[in-house]
Every structure is written in C-alpha cells, then in structure tokens.
C-alpha cells in the first residue's frame, strides 16, 4: 500500500512532463519553446485578439493559485449534517 504524505498532485509538473513525452523537440536547454509547439501543431494558433472571451480581473491569479500544491483536506461534518444517514447532502468543511 502506497503511503499519501497529505499533498495535492503537482499538477504542472506533470503536464511539463507529459508534453516532453509527446513533443520533446519543443524543449531546448530545459525550457519551452512556444513557437516550436506551434510549428508542430501546424500553426493552428488564432493570434487574432478580437474572439469570446470568459474573462475577468485576477484570472491568471486564480489558475496560478488552482495549480500551487494544497495540504488542505475536506471532512465530513457529521455533526452539521441533517439526516446524516439518509440524506445525499451532507455537509463538509475544509481543514
């Protein structure tokens, strides 16, 4: 049985790590070459800026902060729960 030390999947790291898998020409001195991906994807890339967009202030905050590795945990809160063994909507709190 594996042990879990309580940290979040590093998600960035894996993706980085899945790409030099697929497309390992994209990488040169260890960084990546964002022109070079798109040369491999046929220059599919729109560079037009006007397109729809769902945006708002803080959005690249928010996906840094999304990809940082957590220690937090959900619990069940049993206790603040209703109907704790019959009902489909419990109620959790992070910890």
Same mark, same amino acid.
């Given at each position: 049985?594996?042990?879990?030390? =309580? $940290?979040?999947? !590093?998600?960035? /790291? &894996?993706?980085?790590?899945?790409?030099?898998?697929?497309?390992? *020409?994209?990488?040169?001195?260890?960084?990546?070459?964002?022109?070079?991906?798109?040369?491999?994807? =046929? $220059?599919?890339? !729109?560079?037009? /800026? &006007?397109?729809?967009?769902?945006?708002?202030?803080?959005?690249? *905050?928010?996906?840094?902060?999304?990809?940082?590795?957590?220690?937090?945990?959900?619990?069940?809160?049993?206790?603040?729960?209703?109907?704790?063994?019959?009902?489909?909507?419990?109620?959790?709190?992070?910890?």
């Amino acid at each position: 049985m594996n042990k879990l030390n =309580g $940290k979040s999947l !590093d998600i960035v /790291s &894996e993706n980085v790590e899945k790409l030099k898998e697929l497309f390992p *020409e994209v990488f040169s001195e260890g960084k990546f070459d964002f022109e070079k991906l798109e040369n491999e994807l =046929g $220059k599919f890339v !729109d560079k037009e /800026s &006007e397109r729809y967009n769902f945006t708002w202030n803080g959005k690249q *905050e928010a996906k840094k902060i999304a990809q940082t590795s957590s220690t937090g945990a959900l619990r069940p809160c049993e206790e603040e729960s209703k109907n704790w063994d019959t009902t489909q909507n419990l109620y959790y709190r992070g910890r």
